[in-house]
């Protein structure tokens, strides 16, 4: 940190009262996956250290990005919402939604109730992801740049044939709609000390290399290439970054 530095302990919801447009260099991230860890659970003695342990605390899960909680009357809602906004995501997020509700939805035998909402919780995540997404966009500065780590995971049909949630691939067709390019995707590994959840997500993780460039709008697409220069743009000016999502920030990027 800078000994200007300042932390604010938002969530990206909120962040918008601390932190002006236009005003970050570089956002450095680890969105959560969706529903494959519950991160306040695997967190829960760093919790109780920082003497946050208690059920009020716990509680606050629901309300995050790729929280695995809803209620029936919530998960309604959300369908219907659906059903009304889906244009807002990409075609390919839309046709994984779709693919989970032909498998999930219909009283079909055999399906538990996590995987009945599936379809909803997937749309809250990437509405909310998509939220997110598009304020980091307005508090960079042109040519600002965001890295973003993020792995894939599933879900599984009533045969146990597994449908992948690819979330780096729908997370950068959300990212290129919001006006970002993809200028790098890195390969990486899942640290050990999150093996125990690897039932339910994949085994890599990429950090996506996402640039602002003033003008690219809305559903304007742009090639992967691998030319992202760090050291780009004027240094001299004070370093700001931003770290907007629930999850812990990834000390080896």
Not at 8 to 20: G, P, Q
Not at 174 to 197: L, N
Not at 227 to 243: K, R
Request: overall charge negative; hydrophobic content about 35%; aromatic content about 8%.
């Amino acid at each position: 940190f800078t000994p200007d530095s300042e932390i604010h302990n938002v969530t990206y919801l909120k962040s918008s009262r601390v932190i002006d447009d236009s005003s970050v260099d570089i956002i450095v991230t680890s969105p959560p996956y969706f529903t494959a860890m519950p991160y306040l659970i695997a967190d829960r003695l760093n919790l109780f250290v920082l003497g946050m342990g208690g059920k009020s605390e716990v509680m606050k899960e629901i309300g995050m990005i790729g929280s695995r909680e809803v209620t029936s009357k919530e998960a309604s809602k959300l369908w219907s919402e659906y059903q009304k906004n889906k244009q807002i995501l990409p075609d390919s997020v839309q046709d994984l939604i779709e693919l989970t509700s032909a498998n999930f939805h219909g009283g079909k035998e055999g399906i538990g109730q996590r995987r009945k909402v599936q379809p909803e919780l997937l749309y809250r995540y990437f509405r909310d992801m998509r939220g997110a997404i598009l304020l980091n966009y307005s508090q960079l500065k042109e040519g600002g740049v965001m890295w973003m780590l993020v792995g894939n995971n599933f879900t599984k049909k009533n045969n146990d044939e597994k449908i992948i949630i690819n979330t780096p691939s729908l997370l950068c067709d959300i990212a290129i709609d919001a006006g970002f390019e993809v200028k790098e995707i890195i390969d990486t590994e899942i640290p050990q000390s999150r093996e125990i959840y690897s039932s339910n997500q994949g085994s890599s993780e990429v950090i996506l290399v996402l640039k602002k460039n003033q003008g690219i709008g809305v559903n304007n697409k742009t090639e992967f290439t691998t030319d992202w220069d760090f050291h780009e743009g004027d240094a001299t000016n004070p370093l700001h970054s931003i770290h907007t999502y629930p999850a812990k920030f990834t000390a080896h990027l």
